[in-house]
């Protein structure tokens, strides 16, 4: 609660605030709060335990879940997991930003079936199959366990790491929402 309350403040101590996110693609698409938004990233998480809360650049000592304070720049974000200490990235979508990191992989889980087809270029997983019960969230978990491990090995390769994206911006610790 101290980082949420901290970085609200300084959002509204320079005009901004978290009402002016999320981006407008997500607006488009009904996120109109950043609330809905965190609420669904909240659900992403699945029903396990919160083993560590960290802020920007905290490096991860626990293991399991751990939630960072990082911007809600995909970039950014991305660049402070890694900075953290993530070895791979996993990456939902629901719009299909085509961000990549020159450390780690980022492994492009697409929302639906329709963005996987409209851009299939930089999605690496479908995981569409849930909504349309073809597959259940074990099954896609197990799915994209094996994926994760396949690119962990080098056995496989991110659709960002094909195309050399290589997306690092550092948080400056301003107000990026």
Same mark, same amino acid.
């Given at each position: 609660?101290?980082?949420?309350?901290?970085?609200?403040?300084?959002?509204?101590?320079?005009?901004?605030?978290?009402?002016?996110?999320?981006?407008?693609? #997500?607006? =488009?698409?009904?996120?109109?709060?950043?609330?809905?938004?965190?609420?669904?990233?909240?659900?992403?998480?699945?029903?396990?335990?919160?083993?560590?809360?960290?802020?920007?650049?905290?490096?991860?000592?626990?293991?399991?879940? #751990?939630?960072?304070?990082?911007?809600?720049?995909?970039?950014?974000?991305?660049?402070?997991?890694?900075?953290?200490?993530?070895?791979?990235?996993? /990456?939902?979508?629901?719009?299909?930003?085509?961000?990549?990191?020159?450390?780690?992989?980022?492994?492009?889980?697409?929302?639906?079936?329709?963005?996987?087809? =409209?851009?299939?270029?930089?999605?690496?997983?479908?995981?569409?199959?849930?909504?349309?019960?073809?597959?259940?969230?074990?099954?896609?978990?197990?799915?994209?366990?094996? /994926?994760?491990?396949?690119?962990?090995?080098?056995?496989?390769?991110?659709?960002?790491?094909?195309?050399?994206?290589?997306? /690092?911006?550092?948080?400056?610790?301003?107000?990026?929402?």
């Amino acid at each position: 609660m101290q980082l949420m309350k901290s970085y609200g403040a300084r959002a509204k101590a320079v005009g901004s605030g978290f009402e002016m996110n999320p981006s407008p693609g #997500n607006m =488009r698409d009904g996120l109109l709060t950043d609330a809905m938004k965190s609420a669904g990233a909240a659900k992403k998480g699945g029903n396990s335990p919160v083993n560590a809360v960290l802020d920007y650049p905290e490096y991860a000592t626990a293991q399991g879940l #751990n939630l960072q304070c990082t911007p809600g720049n995909d970039v950014e974000c991305v660049t402070a997991q890694v900075g953290a200490g993530a070895n791979v990235v996993l /990456f939902t979508t629901g719009l299909g930003t085509p961000t990549g990191n020159p450390i780690a992989p980022v492994v492009k889980l697409a929302t639906n079936s329709g963005l996987t087809q =409209r851009m299939r270029d930089i999605i690496d997983v479908d995981t569409g199959g849930i909504i349309f019960g073809e597959k259940t969230i074990q099954q896609m978990g197990e799915e994209i366990l094996e /994926f994760v491990i396949q690119t962990a090995s080098g056995e496989a390769r991110t659709k960002a790491e094909g195309k050399g994206q290589e997306d /690092f911006i550092p948080w400056k610790r301003g107000i990026s929402l």
